[in-house]
């Protein structure tokens, strides 16, 4: 099955620096790759994916570069604010036309923004 | 006008006892999972279900058993708790078509406690 490798497991920066949360992957055939945002408490949400059939994706202050054939995959994060303070997920999956698709979670890491 | 809910939010039991979990989605996806977060953030898939289908079925003890009345709601039952089953267990939805909307919506989480 598949197997997501996550660092670092904890990351502090300062207001303002940018952060970046790196990833790898075991199964080649895995095609999508989201990330999560958890804060204290709260459910993980989804703050953006990218599939394999593209290397860059942004969105304002957040991007994710996909390298499919090391198999890694990473989030960046640029002006952070005290509000990025939580923990991030990475996952993969398989994606197929039909049912469920399982997401494989990285261990997390720890983002503190210090002010 | 919560997307995914969970109740209850809190658990808190004897060794020994069964309790449940109920999960209702209202954004008309097909597709529903049960995660167990453990005390260290671990996000690890339990269960899928497709159409009220049971469709993954990850290495949970048979003491864990989902139910799924309507494509709305999956419910999680467990018997005869045991201490290691404390965790924070959420429950997603996703569309059924895969590829074209692959994105999970996470429910607000229950955190069990078991004494």
């Known amino acids: 099955g598949e197997n997501v490798e996550q660092h670092p497991s904890t990351l502090s920066v300062q207001e303002g620096d940018s952060a970046v949360i790196k990833c790898t992957y075991s199964?080649?055939?895995?095609?999508?790759f989201p990330w999560y945002k958890q804060e204290l408490g709260k459910r993980p949400q989804l703050i953006i994916d990218?599939?394999?059939?593209?290397g860059e994706k942004k969105d304002q202050r957040i991007a994710v570069t996909l390298n499919k054939t090391a198999k890694h995959f990473s989030l960046h994060i640029t002006e952070t604010q005290p509000e990025d303070s939580a923990v991030y997920f990475c996952a993969a999956s398989r994606l197929s036309s039909g049912s469920a698709r399982q997401l494989t979670f990285g261990s997390g890491t720890q983002l503190t923004v210090l002010p | 006008d919560t997307a995914v809910s969970q109740t209850p939010k809190y658990l808190v039991t004897q060794m020994g006892n069964d309790k449940s979990i109920k999960c209702e989605q209202n954004?008309?996806?097909?597709?529903m999972y049960w995660y167990k977060q453990d005390s260290k953030k671990f996000l690890k898939i339990m269960f899928s279900y497709n159409n009220k289908e049971l469709i993954i079925n990850e290495t949970v003890p048979n003491r864990f058993s989902p139910k799924s009345p309507d494509k709305a709601h999956l419910n999680l039952h467990i018997n005869s708790l045991e201490l290691g089953d404390s965790a924070v267990y959420f429950c997603a939805s996703s569309s059924g078509r895969g590829v074209e909307k692959p994105e999970q919506f996470f429910g607000p989480g229950t955190r069990l406690t078991v004494l």
């Open positions: 990218i599939r394999s059939n593209v």
């Open positions: 954004l008309g996806h097909d597709t």
């Open positions: 199964d080649s055939a895995s095609n999508y």
